[in-house]
């Protein structure tokens, strides 16, 4: 790849990076995608904080130390992680019965648990999550962002309304004016200027909480090292692990799928542990990869490359820590404008189009990972559900795949045999009704079950035929299998004979 191409790879190589700083206006795209996604972070940061029932400045450190760590560590550039809701209700527990030094222990040792999985290869596991699961994952996270705009509309100056309104046609209208400067970076400046000439009294971010006014230190968590804290955080921190790489790797993938780029999940994985761990080292409290700001850094903004992920954490701190009294002004109106414009982005509009062609199956697989996650709040338990919903909806469908086909057969001597043919997978689910499927009564004394066209995936399989022999036995008749494939074979061989069939 040259150095001088006009838009570089978002995969991890270090070439994207040497052409974006030999590049004036590559540069600047990043820089000031970094810049708004900083800005937006601000009120997310300290929202999350409050869910977890910690001070303000651990989720903005936490947001400053995650995004500079993965800019580094993390195996998809131009994603953004910090301090995200889901992580915050898996701590806050912690904060609320054992306070913030063992919510800090907490995050570190998730962080620890997050390599550790990272290295063992959880994120091939990602293979195993359908399409439908992703699609419903990523329309809950939609309706989710635009969710948590609503209570920054709710009993607020009518004013607020307005200028949402403006915000939102400026972000629509800038694009089509220049793409110099992304449309959510302007609504920003011209509203919050808007706000300060006019001497408007609206909601801004200052009233969301304290901005802290020092750098983040070295933080040790004074808790005992002992078995008995490890009991108490371990549940917690796995917890978080689990949410954690779960939320960051589909954010990944969807990333890809945006950009058309492959990336490195493995490396996202203990990335992101590594990350954690050092954000517990800061006294921040932890997080994951944000698919809002990851799509108003990508989508919004253009960016595609780590530079964006490093400024938006280094602006994060400059803005909060040199310019806060500056950025307290900034009108919520302004990043609920912004959140709304990356709620309908991020929507799979497509889907609902889809939803009359696509399989029954796949629709109730995605409706149900919507709804179970927006219950919830919690995308780890709404994927899981997904999953697991698609796994047996799947296996019905499967199930009812396997056909069983009955011919009698006269041989030359006049001696007549009954040759069954067994077509399809045969696993647990349709192995059941295999037993139901011979004439045990009305067959001759020799019975020939062709397995040619079948495998035979587990040992209930193998049960099932032990018990079709074993019937068949019991009446007088001989039972012969053949057409085993080899891996049929050997577990057939393996097991046939060891296992109570009824």
Known sequence: MSTHAVSPPVGASKDSVRAVLRSPSLLRREVIAGLVVALALIPEAISFSILAGVDPRLGLFASFTMAVSIAFLGGRP???SAATGAVALVVAPVALNYGVDYLVATVILAGVFQVILGVAGAARLMRFIPRSVMVGFVNALAILIFEAQIHHMVHVPWMVYLFIAVGLGIIVATPKITKIVP??????VVLTGAALVGGFDLPNVSDQGDLPNSLPARFFPNVPLTFETFQIIAPYALAMALVGLLESLLTAKLVDDITDTHSN???EAWGQGAANVITGFFGGMGGCAMIGQTMINVKASGARTRVSTFMAGVLLLVLVVGLGDIVGQIPMAALVAVMIIVSVG?????SLRMIRTMPKSETTVMVTTVVVVVATHNLAIGVAVGVLVAMVLFA????????VERELIERPDGSTYAHYTVTGELFFASSNDLYSQFEYADDPDEILVDLTHSHIWDASTVAALDGVTNKYAHKGKQVEIIGLNDPSAHIHGRLTGQLASH
């Open 78 to 80: 131009a994603m953004i």
């Open 183 to 188: 449309g959510p970076l302007v609504a920003i």
């Open 265 to 267: 999940k493995t490396r």
């Open 346 to 350: 991020t929507f799979d509009w497509h």
């Open 396 to 403: 019905r469908r499967v199930a009812h795949l396997v056909n």
